[in-house]
């Protein structure tokens, strides 16, 4: 059965959001949405008529053309030409999913009554989301200032019949699309076109998706950990909460009990241990996991709050007689915590990746490369090979965005943050510290299976019984990234 929201001035979390876009529901505007949405709409349209100020966007030109003044006859020909012009995105398609996160971001900023858009546009962007009708949008293209204008743009273009767009997963043009859905392209009046460009959800909508796929791998790393701190053989003293509350960073105390409860009753932990102290990629875990979980709850914090903000420009507020011309499109908050995240969750890959290293190199007890007749057979050598390499491209993946400025529009905007670019650039760091968790997983129960007859602790026991029904042991040489494949689709379903 299909759920209802309500889209409201309430704020939302990151967690509903999550739900909400998993195609389980949909959309509609509640009454005091369209209250808002009416009041604001009805003042513009007042003041447009009874007055003969100049409005940024409205009946002015963009950027550095802000003071070319627009006739009255002309104000609704100006948003259908930014649509078109401002469409210069290039690239990579955004995912579909990242898509349909844009497009519900879009829908809950312009309802909250502050941009001066008609129910009916709003309306016709909630029937898109509700007929899974996804525009075809660009991933390079936004300075991150002046809002996403690009990606924007191309989300825009299919209201007015214009562009391409996936309709249930067919590639289709938008003109195709709504005719399909018995709808007409919309005619954009005044300042609609400006208020559904500006705004920051090309940007929010990564940093979303990033944060809530951080917190999943900060557990996997966790779980990923422990399996690996058993099969080194380590001491499990370092995960003492004592010495984690002396210290008081919360990440790390709450990294140092996720490791506890991992190895709870494991065998191999309460045996008697060869070496006084470990490797820092086991040892530091609470306090490597645990800066970057605090980094992530930072990013989930500025996350929250640009999901339940009003961000394009001018802006309108009826009930005091004014429509102000700021900056809240200037995305510098998220480029910030865009960095932020990456440089966060690229920490968790690197000592991983270490904690590879380790494993496979032929120390405590285990034979090198974690294989019988080493030389014949090359073992686990190679997929080390590979998160070196995966973990590399992170270093330069986090090379800061948000400490470039490019100035544009004539130098009207001279500092831009560039969060779309730290956007895309997080939505790779992501992919590669899933498959940088899949190679240590691979190799920590490889080494396990030389410290048998102990076990570890009984979850990760039946994890790893459930895993080699997927992923045999490593006997001989066998074409290893089909193991490699196999294991992030397994990770996945945990």
Same mark, same amino acid.
């Given at each position: 059965?299909?759920?209802?929201?309500?889209?409201?001035?309430?704020?939302?979390?990151?967690?509903?959001?999550?739900?909400?876009?998993?195609?389980?529901?949909?959309?509609?505007?509640?009454?005091?949405?369209?209250?808002?949405?009416?009041?604001?709409?009805?003042?513009? *349209?007042?003041?447009? #008529?009874?007055?003969?100020?100049?409005?940024?966007?409205?009946?002015?030109?963009?950027?550095?053309?802000?003071?070319?003044?627009?006739?009255?006859?002309? #104000?609704?020909?100006?948003?259908?030409?930014?649509?078109?012009?401002?469409?210069?995105?290039?690239?990579?398609?955004?995912?579909?999913?990242?898509?349909?996160?844009?497009?519900?971001?879009?829908?809950?900023?312009?309802?909250?009554?502050?941009?001066?858009?008609?129910?009916?546009?709003?309306?016709?962007?909630?029937?898109?989301?509700?007929?899974?009708?996804?525009?075809?949008?660009?991933?390079?293209?936004?300075?991150?200032?002046?809002?996403?204008?690009?990606?924007?743009?191309?989300?825009?273009?299919?209201?007015?019949?214009?562009?391409?767009?996936?309709?249930?997963?067919?590639?289709?043009?938008?003109?195709?699309?709504?005719?399909?859905?018995?709808?007409?392209?919309?005619?954009?009046?005044?300042? *609609?076109?400006?208020?559904?460009?500006?705004?920051?959800?090309?940007?929010?909508?990564?940093?979303?998706?990033?944060?809530?796929?951080?917190?999943?791998?900060?557990?996997?790393?966790?779980m990923t950990a422990a399996l690996s701190i058993d099969a080194f053989n380590c001491q499990l003293a370092p995960f003492d909460e004592r010495l984690h509350y002396i210290r008081g960073q919360q990440g790390q105390i709450q990294c140092a009990a996720s490791i506890r409860d991992w190895l709870?009753?494991?065998?191999?932990?309460?045996?008697?241990?060869?070496?006084?102290?470990?490797?820092?990629?086991?040892?530091?875990?609470?306090?490597?996991?645990?800066?970057?979980a605090d980094a992530i709850a930072y990013c989930t914090q500025i996350a929250t709050t640009e999901i339940n903000a009003v961000t394009d420009n001018p802006n309108i507020f009826p009930d005091d007689d004014a429509i102000i011309s700021g900056g809240n499109f200037h995305a510098q908050p998220?480029?910030?915590?865009?960095?932020?995240?990456?440089?966060?969750?690229?920490?968790?890959?690197?000592?991983?990746?270490?904690?590879?290293?380790?494993?496979?190199?032929?120390?405590?007890?285990?034979?090198?490369?974690?294989?019988?007749?080493?030389?014949?057979?090359?073992?686990?050598?190679?997929?080390?090979?590979?998160?070196?390499?995966?973990?590399?491209?992170?270093?330069?993946?986090?090379?800061?965005?948000?400490?470039?400025?490019?100035?544009?529009?004539?130098?009207?905007?001279?500092?831009?943050?560039?969060?779309?670019?730290? /956007?895309?650039?997080?939505?790779?760091?992501?992919?590669?510290? *899933?498959?940088?968790?899949?190679?240590?997983?691979?190799? /920590?129960?490889?080494?396990? *299976?030389?410290?048998?007859?102990?076990?570890?602790?009984?979850?990760?026991?039946?994890?790893?019984?459930?895993?080699?029904?997927?992923?045999?042991?490593?006997?001989?040489?066998?074409?290893?990234?089909?193991?490699?494949?196999?294991?992030?689709?397994?990770?996945?379903?945990?």
């Open positions: 059965m299909v759920k209802t929201h309500r889209i409201s001035p309430d704020k939302l979390s990151l967690s509903r959001v999550s739900k909400l876009v998993k195609k389980a529901y949909q959309l509609e505007l509640s009454s005091e949405s369209r209250k808002r949405i009416a009041h604001c709409r009805q003042y513009l *349209e007042g003041k447009l #008529t009874n007055s003969d100020t100049l409005f940024y966007g409205i009946n002015t030109g963009f950027g550095s053309l802000c003071n070319v003044p627009i006739s009255d006859e002309e #104000t609704e020909l100006l948003q259908s030409r930014l649509v078109q012009s401002h469409a210069c995105g290039m690239g990579d398609e955004v995912p579909a999913p990242l898509v349909r996160l844009i497009l519900f971001l879009k829908i809950q900023s312009l309802a909250s009554g502050y941009s001066g858009v008609r129910a009916e546009t709003i309306e016709r962007l909630i029937a898109f989301y509700n007929e899974d009708l996804l525009p075809v949008i660009y991933q390079q293209g936004s300075l991150g200032a002046s809002g996403d204008l690009a990606p924007l743009a191309h989300l825009s273009l299919a209201l007015i019949g214009m562009g391409e767009v996936h309709l249930k997963g067919q590639r289709m043009t938008a003109k195709q699309a709504l005719k399909k859905l018995g709808l007409k392209p919309l005619t954009l009046k005044s300042k *609609e076109g400006l208020a559904l460009l500006n705004g920051t959800q090309f940007s929010s909508a990564y940093l979303c998706w990033a944060t809530a796929q951080a917190q999943r791998l900060l557990d996997m790393a966790n709870t009753g494991s065998g191999i932990a309460a045996a008697e241990k060869q070496s006084v102290q470990d490797p820092y990629a086991f040892r530091c875990v609470p306090q490597v996991h645990g800066a970057s998220l480029a910030l915590a865009l960095d932020f995240l990456a440089i966060a969750l690229a920490e968790l890959g690197s000592i991983a990746e270490r904690r590879t290293y380790q494993l496979i190199s032929g120390t405590r007890g285990l034979p090198a490369f974690l294989i019988p007749q080493a030389g014949l057979n090359s073992g686990l050598m190679i997929p080390q090979y590979t998160a070196a390499s995966i973990v590399s491209q992170n270093k330069q993946l986090c090379t800061p965005a948000s400490v470039d400025s490019i100035v544009s529009s004539n130098g009207q905007e001279d500092h831009v943050s560039m969060a779309a670019n730290a /956007a895309t650039k997080v939505y790779r760091v992501v992919e590669n510290i *899933e498959r940088l968790l899949a190679i240590e997983w691979m190799t /920590a129960a490889q080494a396990l *299976e030389f410290r048998r007859p102990l076990k570890t602790s009984a979850r990760l026991e039946s994890l790893m019984s459930d895993y080699r029904k997927q992923v045999p042991a490593l006997e001989s040489d066998r074409i290893l990234s089909t193991d490699m494949h196999a294991t992030v689709d397994f990770l996945r379903q945990i």
